[in-house]
Nanobody
């Protein structure tokens, strides 16, 4: 299984970004797919995850600013982030849990700064 994340970058406070993570190595219709983030000196934390039935689980990210979606035909999970704040600055990691195994993407850096 490989996870290829993209969409990170630099944005000003109040801006938006959309992260994508494409999974390869089989079908992921039944997988839990999600996004975590990590800053220096802190543990990786859940941002959002989505089940196969589209049930979502929020981490500490504020509801209403972030949204997760998935396209099973493309084996891709998306993280739409709006009204970004400087404390959203982190490396964002794609995560997939399938059949008792867990996989991580390489991480994509999101920097929110004026």
């Amino acid at each position: 299984v490989q996870l290829q994340a993209s969409g990170g970058g630099s944005v000003q406070p109040g801006g938006s970004l959309r992260l994508s993570c494409a999974a390869s190595g089989g079908k992921f219709d039944s997988a839990n797919m999600g996004w975590y983030r990590q800053t220096l000196g802190k543990q990786r934390e859940l941002v959002l995850s989505i089940e196969s039935d589209n049930l979502t689980t929020y981490g500490n990210s504020e509801k209403g600013r972030f949204a997760i979606s998935r396209d099973n035909a493309k084996n891709t999970v998306y993280l739409q982030m709006t009204n970004l704040r400087p404390d959203d600055t982190a490396v964002y990691y794609c995560n997939v849990k399938r059949w008792g195994a867990e996989y991580w993407g390489q991480g994509t850096l999101v920097t929110v700064s004026s």
